[in-house]
């Protein structure tokens, strides 16, 4: 009997609720997305270039950070050459660069663009420094 | 760590600063090793390093560099010099 009676005050406070309301128009809740971080590790040959797409989901700032370069895996094998580093967006199996700098291995990013919602690129080339093909690894920082 | 081997491990710095890495002993004392500091990644001991020295302990960093916010990782690496029974090392990485 008490369980029936308690059914029966929700129903009542349920069938309130719907009678009171107002006539406010459904407003989508904003979600805001936190940063996504993501490693572009590739290699680059001499005269060479390789490029990452990525997807901005909402406006914000893009930090492109060339974290590592060296001449091979092991740990020992870091240098500073300075290679090409641009973003952009993908066109057809390239990047489309808008913007370029000449880069070392850091961990700042040298690159900060504030990017609309879309499909964009990060662009690693050789700036005729290269003599053998390196491995780089790039971390990508984006809202 | 052991001849050939690595020694790295992960942190985050909350804010961009300036990371100093102290190798403070070895033992054997005196030991030369690599000390290096990167990102997490695919290369050896899972860490894709910036930069690198070779150095034996001391009181004073050996290694600084000027880090964004996020994960790192550091540590030591053979140079090629130690012996069959590895080396003990100690390190401190002082981050924001």
């Known amino acids: 009997m008490k369980s029936i009676r308690m059914i029966a005050l929700a129903a009542s406070v349920a069938a309130a609720s719907a009678c009171g309301g107002s006539n406010t128009t459904p407003t989508t809740p904003s979600v805001t997305v936190g940063p996504t971080t993501e490693l572009f590790e590739s290699t680059l040959a001499p005269r060479g270039a390789s490029f990452f797409s990525f997807t901005v989901a909402q406006t914000g700032d893009t930090d492109v950070m060339l974290a590592s370069v060296s001449t091979s895996t092991a740990p020992a094998a870091t240098t500073s050459v300075v290679v090409g580093l641009g973003v952009g967006t993908p066109i057809g199996s390239d990047c489309s660069t808008t913007k370029v700098m000449q880069a070392t291995a850091a961990l700042t990013s040298p690159l900060v663009v504030n990017m609309t919602p879309g499909i964009y690129c990060v662009r690693v080339f050789d700036l005729g420094n290269l003599t053998s093909t390196v491995n780089f690894a790039v971390r990508i920082v984006h809202t | ?96």
């Open chain 2, 1 to 96: 760590m052991a001849p050939g081997g690595v020694l790295f491990h992960q942190f985050v710095a909350s804010a961009a600063g300036a990371v100093n890495i102290t190798l403070t002993a070895t033992d054997p004392a005196a030991t030369l090793v690599g000390l290096g500091i990167g990102i997490p990644g695919g290369n050896v001991g899972s860490c894709d390093l910036t930069k690198s020295v070779q150095t034996r302990p001391g009181s004073a960093a050996q290694l600084s560099v000027l880090v964004d916010a996020g994960t790192f990782c550091a540590g030591t690496f053979d140079v090629g010099g130690l012996g069959t029974k590895g080396v003990l090392v100690t390190y401190s990485v002082a981050h924001p």
